[in-house]
């Protein structure tokens, strides 16, 4: 069962971004109207939302890299790696890079700040953003049809006849096809609301599923072991 769709968690790490930058622009003081358009707790919220947003959706991004590596067998990096800082004595297993994404090695396998967090309600303000996710974005749409009027002609990629990579003015679209865009675009907002939804089951299933392989007897090595955890894990993201 695919728990993370990583192509909805990086749309909510690019408004979380947005809303990022607006809260900076507001904090140098050269326009006093703007320096009080948001309230602190407002201001506060955006900062937080898009560190949170940046911290989980960058790890998301690199665990399923290195599950993308492991299930193909491609361990040799990760071994010079390890061989460049290790002490005597030290094993190579690479079930340990997959679970720093959860623990960053601690003792007691808490975790730091930057690990994935246990529970996604840890990100209260992230969760915020991403219940409203749909009506934000339409508001932003309308704000800038506002500010900029028939200057704001929206762009949809496409492939040009040497299957180049061109960009095509909405306004030269079919009506038709427009309708069809317009519908896409707004189910993939709502889509993105729930984004967040199964993450809890999502890391206590990779907590699980890493504890398992880490102890079975049905591998004869530690790389064997590590492939096969990569392939199951691999099953809780939303293919691409």
Not at 158 to 178: C, H, I, K, N, Q
Request: glycine share 6%.
């Amino acid at each position: 069962m695919a728990f993370i769709n990583l192509e909805l968690i990086g749309a909510l790490r690019n408004e979380a971004r947005h809303a990022f930058r607006l809260a900076e622009s507001v904090s140098y003081g050269w326009d006093k109207e703007e320096s009080t358009m948001l309230d602190p707790e407002t201001y506060m919220m955006m900062i937080k939302a898009h560190f949170q947003a940046k911290n989980l959706f960058d790890n998301l991004s690199k665990l399923h890299t290195v599950l993308s590596d492991f299930a193909a067998g491609d361990f040799q990096k990760y071994i010079e790696q390890f061989e460049e800082f290790a002490e005597d004595g030290q094993v190579f297993d690479p079930i340990d890079d997959v679970l720093y994404f959860f623990t960053a090695g601690t003792i007691d396998g808490r975790g730091t700040i930057h690990s994935l967090p246990p529970k996604i309600e840890q990100y209260a303000e992230l969760c915020a953003l991403t219940g409203s996710y749909a009506r934000i974005r339409e508001t932003s749409r309308t704000g800038i049809q506002k500010i900029f009027g028939d200057a704001f002609r929206p762009h949809y990629e496409a492939e040009g006849p040497d299957r180049e990579r061109t960009f095509v003015p909405e306004s030269e679209l079919p009506a038709d096809l427009v309708d069809v865009l317009h519908a896409d675009r707004d189910i993939k907002e709502i889509e993105t609301e729930y984004a967040l939804d199964k993450y809890n089951d999502f890391y206590h299933a990779c907590r699980v599923l890493i504890e398992v392989h880490a102890c079975s007897a049905e591998y004869e090595t530690e790389e064997e072991a590590a492939q096969g955890l990569a392939v199951e894990l691999l099953g809780y993201f939303k293919a691409n």
